[in-house]
Protein backbone atom coordinates (compact mmCIF):
# COMPACT_ATOMS: atom_id res chain seq x y z
CA UNK A 1 0.00 0.00 0.00
CA UNK A 2 2.92 2.49 -0.46
CA UNK A 3 1.90 5.22 -1.98
CA UNK A 4 4.27 8.72 -3.20
CA UNK A 5 2.40 12.02 -3.75
CA UNK A 6 4.44 14.97 -5.44
CA UNK A 7 3.48 18.52 -5.35
CA UNK A 8 5.25 21.72 -5.68
CA UNK A 9 6.33 21.80 -9.36
CA UNK A 10 5.15 24.64 -11.62
CA UNK A 11 6.64 27.71 -14.21
CA UNK A 12 9.04 30.34 -13.21
CA UNK A 13 11.95 32.41 -14.46
CA UNK A 14 15.64 31.26 -14.00
CA UNK A 15 16.72 32.07 -10.26
CA UNK A 16 13.81 31.61 -8.84
CA UNK A 17 13.09 28.91 -6.17
CA UNK A 18 10.37 26.27 -5.73
CA UNK A 19 9.89 23.88 -3.12
CA UNK A 20 8.72 20.14 -3.94
CA UNK A 21 6.89 17.73 -1.45
CA UNK A 22 6.60 14.47 -1.75
CA UNK A 23 3.98 12.49 0.80
CA UNK A 24 4.12 8.95 1.52
CA UNK A 25 1.37 6.64 3.25
CA UNK A 26 3.63 5.74 5.64
CA UNK A 27 6.13 6.12 7.71
CA UNK A 28 9.47 7.61 5.74
CA UNK A 29 11.76 5.42 8.16
CA UNK A 30 10.34 2.43 6.95
CA UNK A 31 12.67 3.42 4.09
CA UNK A 32 16.44 3.12 3.57
CA UNK A 33 16.59 5.69 1.03
CA UNK A 34 14.40 8.54 -0.03
CA UNK A 35 15.84 10.47 -3.12
CA UNK A 36 14.66 13.15 -5.51
CA UNK A 37 15.06 12.58 -9.26
CA UNK A 38 14.07 14.24 -12.47
CA UNK A 39 14.07 13.56 -16.39
CA UNK A 40 14.02 15.81 -19.26
CA UNK A 41 12.92 15.56 -22.81
CA UNK A 42 15.51 13.61 -24.80
CA UNK A 43 17.36 12.18 -21.54
CA UNK A 44 18.04 9.40 -18.91
CA UNK A 45 16.12 9.61 -15.71
CA UNK A 46 18.97 11.38 -13.05
CA UNK A 47 19.46 11.44 -9.28
CA UNK A 48 19.30 14.87 -7.84
CA UNK A 49 19.47 14.36 -4.05
CA UNK A 50 18.82 11.60 -1.84
CA UNK A 51 18.91 11.29 2.33
CA UNK A 52 19.65 7.95 4.09
CA UNK A 53 17.29 6.58 7.16
CA UNK A 54 20.36 8.25 9.23
CA UNK A 55 20.26 11.66 7.35
CA UNK A 56 23.27 11.71 5.55
CA UNK A 57 22.89 13.23 2.28
CA UNK A 58 24.00 13.60 -1.34
CA UNK A 59 23.57 15.43 -4.39
CA UNK A 60 24.50 15.51 -8.12
CA UNK A 61 27.05 17.95 -8.70
CA UNK A 62 24.84 20.15 -11.38
CA UNK A 63 22.89 20.57 -8.03
CA UNK A 64 25.16 21.24 -5.33
CA UNK A 65 24.95 24.14 -3.30
CA UNK A 66 21.70 25.29 -4.86
CA UNK A 67 19.07 22.69 -3.85
CA UNK A 68 18.13 21.36 -0.45
CA UNK A 69 16.91 17.61 0.28
CA UNK A 70 14.97 17.83 3.84
CA UNK A 71 12.25 15.18 5.36
CA UNK A 72 9.66 15.80 8.31
CA UNK A 73 9.26 12.80 10.05
CA UNK A 74 5.57 13.80 11.77
CA UNK A 75 4.27 14.76 8.13
CA UNK A 76 5.91 11.73 6.48
CA UNK A 77 6.95 13.98 3.95
CA UNK A 78 10.43 14.57 2.02
CA UNK A 79 10.87 18.25 0.60
CA UNK A 80 12.96 19.54 -2.27
CA UNK A 81 14.13 23.45 -2.22
CA UNK A 82 15.70 24.22 -5.49
CA UNK A 83 17.07 27.51 -5.17
CA UNK A 84 18.63 29.57 -8.68
CA UNK A 85 16.96 27.63 -10.61
CA UNK A 86 18.65 27.37 -14.24
CA UNK A 87 17.00 26.80 -17.29
CA UNK A 88 18.49 23.06 -17.62
CA UNK A 89 16.45 22.43 -14.35
CA UNK A 90 13.70 21.85 -16.15
CA UNK A 91 12.49 18.52 -15.73
CA UNK A 92 9.58 16.06 -14.27
CA UNK A 93 10.67 15.46 -11.12
CA UNK A 94 9.95 11.89 -9.35
CA UNK A 95 9.94 10.92 -5.94
CA UNK A 96 11.41 7.75 -4.49
CA UNK A 97 11.90 5.24 -1.92
CA UNK A 98 13.87 2.58 -1.87
CA UNK A 99 13.93 -0.59 0.91
CA UNK A 100 17.03 -2.77 0.98
CA UNK A 101 15.72 -5.50 3.24
CA UNK A 102 15.31 -8.68 2.02
CA UNK A 103 15.47 -7.72 -1.42
CA UNK A 104 15.74 -4.23 -2.92
CA UNK A 105 12.21 -2.49 -3.52
CA UNK A 106 11.79 1.20 -5.49
CA UNK A 107 8.66 3.14 -5.39
CA UNK A 108 7.82 5.97 -7.27
CA UNK A 109 5.66 9.31 -7.48
CA UNK A 110 3.79 10.05 -10.53
CA UNK A 111 6.12 12.88 -11.34
CA UNK A 112 5.61 17.24 -11.25
CA UNK A 113 6.54 19.31 -13.80
CA UNK A 114 9.09 22.35 -12.85
CA UNK A 115 9.69 24.44 -16.11
CA UNK A 116 12.17 27.14 -15.85
CA UNK A 117 12.33 29.79 -18.82
CA UNK A 118 15.40 32.37 -19.32
Known amino acids: QVQLVESGGGLLQAGGSLKLSCAAS????????LGWYRQAPGKQRELVAV???????NYASSVKGRFTISRDSAKNTVYLRMNALKPEDTAVYYC????????????WGQGTQVTVSS
Open 96 to 107: NAKKTDSSTRDY
Open 26 to 33: GSIFSFNV
Open 51 to 57: ITRGGTT
